[in-house]
């Protein structure tokens, strides 16, 4: 009789190991579910954060004209947004000109810093430059970093 107690009891024990396993497995299972729930939201936060960003950073900005950025009127280091021809790609800079057929015209160079998706952007194109006037280079020539451009 001892020893049919002692199969009992090691026989509801394994049955109890058993169980345990299942619920763990069932458990794993569900913290990958859970898992992967967090980082799909978190992808969409992502590009929502990404959008408000990009939101928040061109309301901010001030428009400026040519004429403001070389009569100084504009401090370094001023939120701007300028809009223009791009009339000559170098080096990652795009030279822009209000009106390109105006040859005394001067240029603003803008220095290519965009976040996100960057996209070749063609001589003749229209944009809309958001980023920095970040003062002259060695040439007294205007300069602004670009963090969004939008091509129309």
Do not use: H
Not at 75 to 92: L, Q, R, S
Request: with cysteine.
């Amino acid at each position: 009789m001892k020893k049919a107690f002692i199969l009992l009891v090691a026989g509801l024990m394994l049955a109890a190991c058993n169980n345990d396993d299942k619920s763990e497995n069932a458990s794993d299972t569900d913290k990958k579910s859970a898992a992967s729930e967090s980082q799909e939201q978190a992808g969409s936060e992502t590009a929502d954060d990404q959008v408000g960003l990009e939101e928040g950073l061109k309301s901010d900005s001030t428009e400026v004209e040519y004429e403001d950025i070389a009569k100084g009127d504009v401090p370094a280091n001023t939120k701007v947004t300028f809009k223009g021809t791009v009339f000559a790609v170098e080096d990652g800079r795009f030279g822009l000109k209000k009106d390109v057929t105006d040859s005394t015209e001067d240029v603003l160079w803008v220095d290519d810093i965009r976040l996100g998706e960057r996209t070749e952007i063609p001589d003749g194109t229209t944009v809309t430059v958001y980023g920095s006037y970040t003062d002259t280079d060695e040439q007294d020539v205007p300069k602004m970093r670009a963090v969004f451009i939008d091509q129309k």
